[in-house]
């Protein structure tokens, strides 16, 4: 222990006390023993620190902060050190706030194209998310304060989020959904991690030994400080035994009561304690001395300057015909689209910025190009409005070009909210192809967050995807479209011809108390690959305004080198990826896996070897027979590729590895060896699995940790109108174009988070009585909520009366 002398100082219900937190932000204090609050904020995009009062989902207002790009779009810069400066001014924005912990990078693999979070995320692949991540935290770190990587583990799905339980074999747990984790933590060391909502395997994530101890502390070597997401502690007793130190937000007294009486029972014991209070001490402590910010509005100015280029570096290039770009400045351009004008450039929910200044197109219209004239052309609503329409195609036939600025809608992306297609809104679509009826010259600008459909990209000549590009964005496409940089953005993730060629369609979202991950190791392009799935645009993929050509590939046992020169007549840069596969295997694989990339700089005929090292993560695989990473013996395929589809360069290396055992039968799972995954049958997942598979349906009478939406088939007539009322504001709220979010927390949490976020005015006891309500026991319920009340409202004031006397009180 490294706080042993200020532990001595705190009393057992003062140490209980503390591990969790006070209100939506801080947690206990006790300044005469050096003890100081600690400070969190989101988030992953930019410093959501809310000045009044506190709520964990944005409901009020933050201070202004930039927003810059999200991660879905900065992933696709493929660039390390952008990632590690964007970090760092990040962290000096945290810092100027004097906050301590900035709850992100946000590191879940998108599973699944509709996960509603998917706009937070990197990518669909572990090695390239913890890579970024890594160079995040890094960044994060470098100015004293703490970054909180977040959410461990297999958090996949927004439908149920803090009931769902992710069923999955070992393998995939550790290459998929741990990978990323491990890169980020051993690369980046943060000095925070976040638990997710779920269970993992029958365990919430933030209990869950085998998650904590096991592979967190243990496999990757983890030495900071875990926190709960907010409201996601289930036994809290248990979390801190296996490693969780901080309840949050504020769930009041109860949850030092249930420490205390874990102790008591022998559940736990008051090493475990201390040993969370000591991780709590000292990321308070060492995020203490944060950088001193003299002149925030130069850091603003500074930070707008940096969301501008590291939006430049991620917008990618999906097309080009014709090289109608980079645009002709003497050609009539029109500007076409209502995201032309209010720009969509972040998602919604915990990580939704107060941006400080936000680019549009209308500010940034200068002399530079010969616009003709703008125009709305349709409604954020999905409706028609003909004299929108009617005005957007005079213009058009006026223009040599038309720019159309369009995409996904601020209701089709948010936490606590999953997709159910991946179609933009169909007036978007209509005016789109009645605009290329009358000119065929439309470049279309892109806002999404995460992979949309495109089934009408043909009436586009060029189309540029920004993803959410932050508050610079939109002057970032403009130094794009006229060519002052050259396009460089790699699709971070695959895009889908249609959904229905997504792995797991069949699987997602999980409806039922479990969701099942048949699909295995087979996410994005490791399963397109394997499977011969063709994709419109693939992993990896970005175009450029020059091009590159890839040479004299040279590979021994650590490395493969290359030449790549740039063959074209404009300055550029190109992300040269390595991929590794291997044929014949004994195990199931996919065809290739990404293990290296480097981004290179390049002028016109300019030419540069590069190199890229194998590492640990090159060549193993997760034996679940031994149940450690291993590498198997033989001949692998190592590709350079411009994309996970476009590989350039090939040859191959024998590698001498260590696996004994082979895990699996090739007769036993069919599926898998063929990467046939879409419809897994219960006799294959369970050889996968290992095990019988859980029994996920609903029945039977509601448990507290089901969703508040399962009342719908309450007993109760009282809770089946609560429902009814919840899911009637649901709707509406949709129906108005931006979701509320409060509305959608509440629908997707469970009854035990009522009691987990209520600051102390309802308690587990009261919870389990108001469930009992709910499943038609109205007077044992009402009773129970009434006496439940009376009793903490007591047993809370006698906590604070005789125990907490050295706590700062405000
Ligand atoms: C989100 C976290 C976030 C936290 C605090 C939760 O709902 O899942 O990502 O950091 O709220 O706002």
Partial sequence: MKHGDIIKKMTLEEKCAYLSGKNAWATRSFSDIGVDALYHADGPTGVRKQAGKGDHLGLNESVPATCFPTAATLANSWDV?????????????????????????????????????????????????????????????????????????????????????????????????????????????????????????????????????????????????????????????????????????????????ELLKALKTGKIDESDIDARVDELIEITLSTKNKKKIKDKEKLLKDNNKLAREAAVKSIVLLKNEEKILPLDRTKKIAIIGDFAFTPRYQGAGSSMVNATIVDNVQRLIGNDLNIIGMAHGYTRFDKEDEMLVKEAIELAKQADIVLYFFGLNEASESEGLDRTHLRIPSNQISLMEKLAAVNENIVGIISAGSCIEMPWENNLKAILHGYLFGQAGVGAVFELLTGRYSPSGKLSESIVKKYDDVPNKRYYPSKERTSEYRESIFV???????????????????????????SDIEVDKDKVSFYIENTGKMAGEETAQLYIGIKNSNIFRAKLELKGFKKVSLNPGEKKRLTVYFDDKSFRFYNVATDAFEVESGEYDIYIGSSCMDIRLQSTLYVEGNMKISPYKKDELPSYFEGKVTDIQDSEYRILLGRDIPDGSWGGELRINDALCQMYYAKSFIARFAYKMLDKKLKKSLEGGVPDLNTLFQFNMPFRAIAKMSNGQVSMEMVHSIVKLVNGHFFKGMGGIISGYFKNRRANKMYKKNFLQREDRE
Avoid at 123 to 138: F, N, Q, V
Avoid at 201 to 209: C, F, K, Q, R
Avoid at 524 to 550: C, I, Q
Wanted: one cysteine or more; glycine letters at 10%.
């Fill in 524 to 550: 994005g392009y490791r399963y397109f690959t394997t499977a011969n799935v063709p994709v419109l645009y693939p992993f990896g993929y970005g175009l450029s305004y020059t091009e590159f050509r890839y």
């Fill in 81 to 257: 050190e952008l990632l590690e400066r964007v970090g760092e001014g990040l962290g000096l924005e945290a810092a100027a706030e004097d906050v301590n912990v900035l709850l992100g990078p946000g590191i879940n693999i998108k599973r699944n194209p509709l996960c509603g979070r998917n706009f937070e995320y990197y990518s669909e692949d572990p090695y390239l998310s913890g890579k970024l991540a890594a160079a995040m935290i890094k960044g994060i770190q470098s100015n004293g304060i703490a970054a909180c990587v977040k959410h461990f583990a297999v958090n996949s799905q927004e439908l149920r989020r803090m009931s769902m339980d992710a069923v999955l074999d070992e393998r995939t747990l550790r290459e998929i959904y741990i990978t990323a984790f491990e890169i980020a933590i051993k690369e980046g060391r943060p000095k925070s991690i976040m638990t997710s909502y779920n269970m993992v395997n029958g365990v919430y994530a933030n209990e869950n030994e085998h998650l904590l101890k096991d592979i967190l502390k243990k496999d990757i070597g983890f030495e900071g400080m875990v926190v709960t997401d907010w409201g996601a502690s289930n036994d809290h007793a248990l979390g801190v035994k296996n490693g969780s130190s901080l309840e949050m937000p504020a769930p009041g007294l109860d949850s030092a009561r």
